[in-house]
C-alpha cells in the first residue's frame, strides 16, 4: 500500500502533486483550494495553516476520517510551527514545536543568532516607538523595520530619513499582531536563498538562488522579482554558503528535516543570515525550479526521512547546472484593459511555466495596486536555458510578449 502524506500547508505549489501522487497517497490542508494540482490529491481540506491550533484540529479531523498519515511536512509554505505541533500530536518524525516557534517569530531566532555567534544584523526588539528611537541610537541608521512573524517582506520597510520614521512605524504596526517591531541593521549586498537537507547536524546542499529585488523602483519597500540559478560564484563561496545555513540551523537546534535560508553577501565579502527556516522555498523553488537548475530532488528527500526511510543520495546531488529564472510580473499600477501573450509565450524559448498568482486569473477591469512586498505581483513566469545567461535572455523575452495594460485609477 502507498504510504500517506499530509502536506500542512501548500504555497501555490501543488502541480508537483501529479508526480507524488504515483507513489504516496495525498491529502493536503491548504488556504490555497483552486491551486493547480491539487486534483492529484487524494484529499484536499480547507483551512488557515498558519495558525498552528487550527491546522492541528484539521489533522486530528482527516485523521478521524481515516486518512491514517504516515508524515507530515510543508509544501513550499511558511507553516513550521504547524507541521511540528502536528507531528507531536501523532508522534511523526520533524523538529519539536518549540525549535519552530523559535525558527518561526524573528526575535526569537535573532536572539539564538547572537547567542550562537552567527553573523545575522544588528537587532533590537521594540514594544513603543521610544524603543524603536533607543534602537536606531543604538544601531545607526539606515534600519529596516519589520513585523516579528510574518514573511514574504509583509510590514517590512526601509528607513534612511528619522523624518519618515513615525510613517514607518506605523505602517510595520499594522502587520503585527502584537504591536511588536524588530529593529534590524541594514545590510547593503547580493541577496541569496539556500535550501537542503539537515541530516545528523550536517547540511546537505541541494539549491542555492540569487534573488533579484526592485530596491530602487519600490523603496522604502522590499520588493523580490525572482530567482537567477546558477549563480555567479565559485566552489569556495558556495560551500561557504553551505557551511553558514548549517551553523545558522544549529544555532536554532535544527539538525534534521528541510532548510530554507536567506543570506546576504556584502561588498567586503561577508556571510550575513537574514533568516532561517524549516520549509521548503516556494513557490515551486525546490519542488520543480532547483530540479530544472541541477537534477536534485529535495522533496523526495525528505519524505524519504520523514518515512524512516532511507535516504537516497542521488537526491541530494547535482548532476548538471543549467540556467532557470523565476520572474515575478508587475504590470504598472490602474485598471487592466487588456492582457496579450499568454498564448504567445508558451512558444517561446526556455518557456517552462507561466502562473497567476491569485486563485483565479486576471481580467479586464481588475484593479492592480503597486506592490509593498513580494505578495505584490500578478503572477510569475519560469523560463530555462541552457546557461544562465541563455535562461535570462529567455525570461526578458517571455516578459516582453506578455502584456498587461492598465488605465490610470480615479484617486
Same mark, same amino acid.
Given at each position: 500500500?502507498?504510504?500517506?502524506?499530509?502536506?500542512?500547508?501548500?504555497?501555490?505549489?501543488?502541480?508537483?502533486? !501529479?508526480?507524488?501522487?504515483?507513489?504516496?497517497?495525498?491529502?493536503?490542508?491548504?488556504?490555497?483550494?483552486?491551486?493547480?494540482?491539487?486534483?492529484?490529491?487524494?484529499?484536499?481540506?480547507?483551512?488557515?495553516?498558519? +495558525?498552528?491550533?487550527?491546522?492541528?484540529?484539521?489533522?486530528?479531523?482527516?485523521? *478521524?476520517?481515516?486518512?491514517?498519515?504516515?508524515?507530515?511536512?510543508?509544501?513550499?509554505?511558511?507553516? =513550521?510551527?504547524?507541521?511540528?505541533?502536528?507531528?507531536?500530536?501523532?508522534?511523526?518524525?520533524?523538529?519539536?514545536?518549540?525549535?519552530?516557534?523559535?525558527?518561526?517569530?524573528?526575535?526569537?531566532?535573532?536572539?539564538?543568532?547572537?547567542?550562537?555567534?552567527?553573523?545575522?544584523?544588528?537587532?533590537?526588539?521594540?514594544?513603543?516607538?521610544?524603543?524603536?528611537?533607543?534602537?536606531?541610537?543604538?544601531?545607526?541608521?539606515?534600519?529596516?523595520?519589520?513585523?516579528?512573524?510574518?514573511?514574504?517582506?509583509?510590514?517590512?520597510?526601509?528607513?534612511?530619513?528619522?523624518?519618515?520614521?513615525?510613517?514607518?512605524?506605523?505602517?510595520?504596526?499594522?502587520?503585527?499582531?502584537?504591536?511588536?517591531?524588530?529593529? +534590524?541593521?541594514? $545590510?547593503?549586498?547580493?541577496?541569496?536563498?539556500?535550501?537542503?537537507?539537515?541530516?545528523?547536524?550536517?547540511?546537505?546542499?541541494?539549491? $542555492?538562488?540569487?534573488?533579484?529585488?526592485?530596491?530602487?523602483?519600490?523603496?522604502?519597500?522590499?520588493?523580490?522579482?525572482?530567482?537567477?540559478?546558477?549563480? *555567479?560564484?565559485? %566552489?569556495?563561496?558556495?560551500?561557504?554558503?553551505? !557551511?553558514?545555513?548549517?551553523?545558522?540551523?544549529?544555532?536554532?537546534?535544527?539538525? %534534521?528535516?528541510?532548510?530554507?535560508?536567506?543570506? $546576504?553577501?556584502?561588498?567586503?565579502?561577508?556571510?550575513?543570515?537574514?533568516?532561517?527556516?524549516?520549509?521548503?522555498?516556494?513557490?515551486?523553488?525546490?519542488?520543480?525550479?532547483?530540479?530544472?537548475?541541477?537534477?536534485?530532488?529535495?522533496?523526495?528527500?525528505?519524505?524519504?526521512?520523514?518515512?524512516?526511510?532511507?535516504?537516497?543520495?542521488?537526491?541530494?546531488?547535482?548532476?548538471?547546472?543549467?540556467?532557470?529564472?523565476?520572474?515575478?510580473?508587475? =504590470?504598472?499600477?490602474?485598471?487592466?484593459? %487588456?492582457?496579450?501573450?499568454?498564448?504567445?509565450?508558451?512558444?517561446?524559448?526556455?518557456?517552462?511555466?507561466?502562473?497567476?498568482?491569485?486563485?483565479?486569473?486576471?481580467? *479586464?477591469?481588475?484593479?492592480?495596486?503597486?506592490?509593498?512586498?513580494?505578495?505584490?505581483?500578478?503572477?510569475?513566469?519560469?523560463?530555462?536555458?541552457?546557461?544562465?545567461?541563455?535562461?535570462?535572455?529567455?525570461?526578458?523575452? $517571455?516578459?516582453?510578449?506578455?502584456?498587461?495594460?492598465?488605465?490610470?485609477? +480615479? %484617486?
Amino acid at each position: 500500500m502507498k504510504k500517506k502524506i499530509l502536506f500542512c500547508g501548500n504555497g501555490m505549489s501543488a502541480e508537483i502533486l !501529479k508526480e507524488l501522487h504515483k507513489m504516496f497517497s495525498v491529502c493536503v490542508i491548504t488556504e490555497f483550494i483552486h491551486d493547480n494540482g491539487l486534483e492529484y490529491a487524494d484529499k484536499v481540506v480547507f483551512a488557515n495553516t498558519k +495558525n498552528y491550533r487550527e491546522a492541528l484540529e484539521t489533522a486530528k479531523k482527516v485523521h *478521524k476520517e481515516g486518512f491514517n498519515f504516515d508524515a507530515v511536512l510543508s509544501l513550499c509554505w511558511d507553516c =513550521p510551527m504547524s507541521v511540528a505541533a502536528i507531528a507531536e500530536e501523532f508522534n511523526l518524525f520533524g523538529i519539536s514545536f518549540d525549535v519552530a516557534k523559535n525558527s518561526t517569530i524573528k526575535s526569537l531566532r535573532s536572539n539564538l543568532f547572537q547567542k550562537h555567534c552567527v553573523p545575522a544584523p544588528k537587532y533590537c526588539l521594540c514594544k513603543t516607538f521610544l524603543d524603536v528611537i533607543d534602537a536606531i541610537n543604538n544601531i545607526g541608521l539606515p534600519v529596516v523595520l519589520k513585523p516579528i512573524t510574518q514573511s514574504s517582506s509583509k510590514g517590512v520597510i526601509l528607513v534612511e530619513d528619522m523624518e519618515y520614521l513615525a510613517s514607518a512605524y506605523r505602517y510595520c504596526l499594522r502587520f503585527s499582531g502584537d504591536n511588536q517591531v524588530l529593529v +534590524n541593521e541594514f $545590510i547593503k549586498g547580493t541577496e541569496f536563498s539556500t535550501e537542503g537537507l539537515m541530516v545528523n547536524g550536517v547540511f546537505h546542499l541541494t539549491g $542555492i538562488s540569487e534573488r533579484l529585488f526592485h530596491y530602487k523602483k519600490y523603496k522604502p519597500f522590499f520588493v523580490e522579482i525572482g530567482d537567477v540559478m546558477p549563480v *555567479k560564484l565559485n %566552489k569556495e563561496e558556495v560551500e561557504l554558503f553551505r !557551511k553558514n545555513t548549517e551553523k545558522a540551523a544549529l544555532a536554532l537546534s535544527i539538525d %534534521k528535516g528541510i532548510v530554507k535560508g536567506d543570506l $546576504i553577501y556584502t561588498n567586503e565579502k561577508k556571510i550575513i543570515i537574514l533568516e532561517i527556516t524549516p520549509r521548503l522555498g516556494g513557490p515551486r523553488f525546490g519542488t520543480e525550479m532547483v530540479p530544472l537548475n541541477n537534477g536534485t530532488n529535495i522533496l523526495l528527500a525528505m519524505i524519504q526521512q520523514a518515512l524512516g526511510e532511507e535516504i537516497n543520495n542521488y537526491y541530494l546531488n547535482a548532476h548538471y547546472n543549467k540556467g532557470v529564472v523565476n520572474r515575478a510580473i508587475f =504590470p504598472k499600477e490602474g485598471i487592466i484593459e %487588456k492582457i496579450v501573450g499568454l498564448d504567445i509565450i508558451k512558444n517561446l524559448p526556455g518557456y517552462y511555466d507561466f502562473k497567476w498568482f491569485r486563485d483565479m486569473p486576471l481580467h *479586464k477591469g481588475d484593479i492592480i495596486y503597486s506592490p509593498q512586498n513580494m505578495c505584490g505581483g500578478v503572477g510569475y513566469i519560469i523560463a530555462t536555458g541552457a546557461t544562465r545567461n541563455e535562461a535570462v535572455k529567455n525570461a526578458d523575452l $517571455i516578459e516582453e510578449n506578455l502584456i498587461i495594460k492598465t488605465k490610470g485609477l +480615479n %484617486k
